[in-house]
Structure formats: C-alpha cells, structure tokens
C-alpha cells in the first residue's frame, strides 16, 4: 500500500532563513510523489512532483526536494523563507492502480516569523 | 490560467438531508476526482470519474454517495441524507489525464459542509 508520513504537524522560520519540511514515503513499487501547498482559503496548488527522472525535483517559488531511495524520504527544502510561504504543505503520493487518486500526508503547517 | 471552481464555498444542512456539492473542472479534462478532509485529519481520496462512470471508489464513498456529470462542465458530488461525520471540506480535483505529466491533479479550493 502507498502511504506518506509527514514529521511535523507545524514548523517555524524566521524569514530569510531555510525552511525544511519532512516527508517519509512507504511504498511498494517506485512512487510518484508531490508536493501541494494550501493558502488559506484556496485550493490545493501542485508545488513539484518526483515522477523517477532526476532525484532532485525543483518546483515554483524556489522550492525544491530530493528524492532518496535509501532514506524513504522527499524532504521539501527553500533556502529562503519569504512571508507568503506561510501555508499548509501536503506530501503526497500516487496510488498504484490505474484510477490515478491520490493519497496525502497530515500535512505541515509552516508558520514564518518576519 | 485555467482553474478548477467549486460552489457553493460554505453549506450548513440538517442531518438527513441532501446537498449537491458543484465543481467545474478544467475545460479539457477528462478524469474527475473527489476528495474531502474532516477538520484535522489528513485529505482522503473519495472517487474517481471517467467516461461518464466511476473508475475506483475508497471505502468511504458508500451508497449515501454518488457523482454524476449532468452536462459538459458541471461535475457533482451527492450525499442523499446527511451524517454528522459529514461534516468536511469537500475537494474537487481534475487531471488531463493519467499517469506522467498528464495525470497531474488541479485542485479547487473547496466547499466546507457543516452537517448539524
């Protein structure tokens, strides 16, 4: 079965500095696995996505995340946290069978302190 | 830049009874998906549409549930008589297709239903 584990419920930078969001995956074949963030009172927007091309997945905003085989992990990363990063981010992975759903993390609430 | 919308954003019912929850979809979308997150747990999966019928359903969507696509744009989602434990935020998501690239999902932003 897919499933992904999110390690924080709420994390908190001060702007400018990095932002770190973890993300553990369980998974019996090679995943597709996302990243969507949640402003509040909008929709789920697709940050990036890891489909097996290259590890390293950059997004929009200046995300990124790495994807590591060894480790179960696609860990969210910024080297700078601006204000309007402050949302909900939802790690995600991709169900195995062929009707394409999804399934999400707990999600982390990130807080960005000015 | 095209988007997925939802109405209404807000909807209180009394127990029992029926709400149609509308969505929009992207205009050249072919699969359609509904999700729905209870307040402070995670967003899960409900159903998903193709061609006119349910491709997989989750173990929530049981008989109170259905999903129809009355015409060309409009994709609804029905609960016939209403629980308590309803009581969520409704997501509706579309996606080109499946699998890479193509079956990256747009979600809308969400209808709150508050089940009293």
């Known amino acids: 079965a897919q499933s992904v584990t999110q390690l924080d419920s709420h994390v908190s930078v001060s702007e400018g500095t990095p932002v770190l969001l973890r993300c553990n995956y369980s998974?019996?074949?090679?995943?597709?696995l996302f990243w969507y963030v949640q402003h509040p009172n909008k929709g789920l927007q697709l940050l990036l996505k890891?489909?097996?091309?290259?590890?390293l997945v950059k997004g929009i905003n200046g995300f990124e995340a790495e994807f590591k085989k060894s480790e179960t992990s696609f860990h969210l990363t910024k080297p700078s946290a601006h204000m309007s990063d402050a949302a909900e981010y939802f790690c995600?992975?991709?169900?195995?069978?062929?009707?394409?759903?999804?399934?999400f993390g707990t999600g982390t609430r990130l807080t960005v302190i000015p | 830049e095209p988007e997925v919308t939802q109405t209404p954003s807000h909807q209180v019912t009394q127990m029992g009874q029926e709400v149609i929850l509308r969505c929009v979809p992207i205009s050249n979308h072919l699969y359609f998906y509904w999700y729905r997150q209870i307040l402070g747990q995670k967003v899960e999966f409900l159903v998903s549409f193709y061609n006119n019928e349910i491709s997989e359903k989750s173990e929530i969507f049981d008989d109170q549930f259905s999903v129809e696509r009355p015409d060309g744009s409009n994709f609804t989602l029905k609960i016939r008589s209403t629980k308590l434990e309803d009581s969520a935020m409704y997501f509706c998501a579309s996606s080109e297709g499946r699998g890479l690239g193509l079956g990256d999902q747009y979600f809308g932003p969400g209808t709150r239903l508050l089940v009293l």
């Open positions: 998974s019996s074949y090679s995943p597709s």
């Open positions: 890891y489909t097996s091309a290259a590890t």
């Open positions: 995600v992975v991709r169900g195995l069978t062929g009707a394409n759903n999804l399934f």
